[in-house]
């Protein structure tokens, strides 16, 4: 199985920051990987997807990169609405794996 | 509007069965793969299981494995995961989510919790 590890597990910051979370593949998933935002109590939602393509209706102030191995999700200015656990996916083999998840506080 | 709305989550005894629903609407349900992902209360996203458009393929979560069943009834627009052999540790929110083709979630469901203990 392919494990995905994301970073950091949780990081805290203020609205306007430029917000940076990684995730690491434990081999090569080419562009195969998706970003998505869940909020307490509700379904997550799919923010990136092939590593840096925004889903439509995404704020642009997100964006992805990356491939292969490691990959980066960026907040380039942190608003009120985007605190949240933040998942990082792989789609390039079954079982589709996850990462643990970086948990977005306000500072 | 895309909705997906799963059903028939529950309390039930380990070692029982349960089947989930999830009915789709506002969007063409027989050309998109699906998926079934699980949360267990305050943990992380795990995928559990995947069918192709037409329903002739497919994949598990080991975990699952020779335990859950994943089918589809396109007539219906609705996707199903047969649950038997329940264990504690299926204890989570199921959540049906759309795919493209396969490889990420572009819509997800509202959740349904299954809860075994006895």
């Known amino acids: 199985d392919i494990q995905m590890t994301q970073s950091p597990s949780s990081l805290s910051a203020s609205v306007g920051d430029r917000v940076t979370i990684t995730c690491r593949a434990s081999?090569?998933?080419?562009?195969?990987l998706n970003w998505y935002q869940q909020k307490p109590g509700k379904a997550p939602k799919l923010l990136i997807y092939?590593?840096?393509s925004l889903q439509s209706g995404v704020p642009s102030r997100f964006s992805g990169s990356g491939s292969r191995t490691d990959f980066t999700l960026t907040i380039s200015s942190l608003q009120p609405e985007d605190f949240a656990t933040y998942y990082c996916?792989?789609?390039?083999?079954?079982?589709?794996?996850f990462g643990g998840g970086t948990q977005v506080e306000i500072k | 509007e895309v909705q997906l709305v799963e059903s028939g989550g529950g309390l039930v005894q380990p070692g029982g069965s349960l089947r989930l629903s999830c009915a789709a609407s506002?969007?063409?349900?027989?050309?998109?793969?699906m998926h079934w992902v699980r949360q267990a209360p305050g943990k992380g996203l795990v995928w559990v299981s995947r069918?192709?458009?037409?329903?002739?393929?497919?994949s598990y979560a080991d975990s699952v494995k020779g335990r859950f069943t994943i089918s589809r009834d396109n007539a219906k627009n609705t996707l199903y995961l047969q649950m038997n052999s329940l264990r504690a540790e299926d204890t989570a929110v199921y959540y049906c989510?759309?795919?493209?083709?396969?490889?990420?979630?572009?819509?997800w469901g509202q959740g349904t919790l299954v809860t075994v203990s006895s």
């Open positions: 506002g969007f063409t349900f027989s050309t998109y793969w």
């Open positions: 081999q090569s998933i080419s562009n195969y």
């Open positions: 092939a590593a840096s």
């Open positions: 069918i192709n458009s037409v329903g002739s393929s497919t």
């Open positions: 989510a759309s795919s493209p083709y396969g490889a990420f979630f572009d819509y």
């Open positions: 996916q792989q789609g390039y083999d079954t079982p589709l794996t």
